[in-house]
């Protein structure tokens, strides 16, 4: 992995009116061409996105996105798509033009429900004959101080980045916080199956072993078919093991009575979502019957492999349980029902592929449609009849 993952990049996301100049901005803002400039209105049919690092904030992703006001064909469509991204936006920055503010104080609003950090921006300050009228109007209605600016002439380019500088988040967030500390031994057991990526490790695992090192860790890797060779190499057992949830009932079997035993989901699941909410809904499956109807979501959209935790194993494993007549619906990458209510289950994935926010806001979901969720680890674990054995918090 050579660069920060898009799920750990703060996530900025540029909203306005068709021709209101954020495409022109985002371009600005990135030093790059990155997205199509026209005049002609829907140019900028899909949100597009581009990693940066910005002075004073970080490793960060900016995205552009359609027109609020897009009244062309596709353009219910396309508002769709842009009220996705808000669920995953930490910094929204809004423009504002001399046509009108309804539009973008829909925004302003949504931005203050799910508290998402926003800046105000009175866009392309080099026609605008009302500028001042305009941004007395601006702050008026979303009490802010707006930065007036022309991205086209790079003018308030250098303020804007020092304000996004000042919403860098003060929270240190860990994967590993609680579960170990400096100079403890950790035992990472990673099934290389056919569901793994050939040749190298997936997201979840690197980051881990990154994090372990920068604490003082000291990790060691293997299989579930080399752990018991691993663990023979100990003099005494090792403070953490961590595995792949589909190991659990293999590795618990081998776990020494010292060792606390956690899986790499159950980490993602406290690092990106609400792991007590987890704990809490997976209650739900006393109350799981054959005719239950459960939503499994995987934020990402890779080709099923003949043994696929999501798609193929849990499923499996589920109606061995409940019968084969249970209904699991299965969703990956971007597409999440907007109506949960018709689930008696919603099990997601460890989300390594999300930010934060993205997780926090599917959560955030099912709690107010008062449909149980909990996440891959936390189930398997679960079905394993462990979970009162694993440390998940």
Known sequence: MQSTPTSERVHIAIFGRCNAGK?????????????IVSKERGTTTDPVQKAMELQGLGAAVIIDTPGLDDDTLLGTARMARTAKVLDRTDIALILFTDE?????????????????????????????TNM??????????????????????GEGIAELKERIATC??????????????????????MPQDKSAPKGRLIQPQVQTIRELL?????????????????????AT????????????????????????????SILFARYKGDIALFLEGVKALKRITA???????????????NEDIGRVKLPRILRKRFGEGLQIDIVGGADYPTDLTPYDLVIHCG??????????????????????????????????GILDRVKAE
Do not use: W
Not at 134 to 148: F, G, N, Q, Y
């Open 214 to 234: 920068d604490r003082g860790c000291v990790p060691m890797c293997c299989t579930p078919e080399s752990m018991a060779t691993a663990l023979a190499a100990y």
């Open 23 to 35: 495409s022109t901005l985002m371009n600005a803002l990135t030093g790059q061409d990155v997205a």
């Open 291 to 305: 005719t239950s109807r459960i939503l499994i979501a995987e934020a990402c959209t890779h080709t099923p492999q």
């Open 100 to 128: 009108g503010t309804d539009v973008e104080m829909d925004v302003v609003k949504e931005c203050r429900i799910r508290e998402i950090t926003t800046i105000t921006l009175i866009a392309q300050s080099d026609r605008l």
């Open 351 to 384: 989300a390594c592929m999300f930010n934060r926010r993205h997780v926090l806001s599917r959560v955030e979901r099912a709690r107010e449609q008062g449909v149980a969720i909990t996440n891959y680890g936390v189930i398997l674990a679960a079905l394993t």
């Open 132 to 153: 001042e009228a305009l941004r007395a109007e601006v702050a008026t209605l979303t009490k802010t101080e707006p930065i007036t600016i022309s991205a086209l002439k």
């Open 168 to 189: 860098r988040p003060n929270e240190e967030r860990l994967i590993t916080e609680g579960f170990c500390k400096a100079g403890d031994r950790v035992l990472l057991v």
């Open 237 to 264: 057992p090792p403070e953490l093991i961590i595995t792949d949830s589909q190991a659990f009932e293999e590795v618990y079997r081998m776990k020494p009575e010292a060792s606390t035993l956690t899986s790499f």
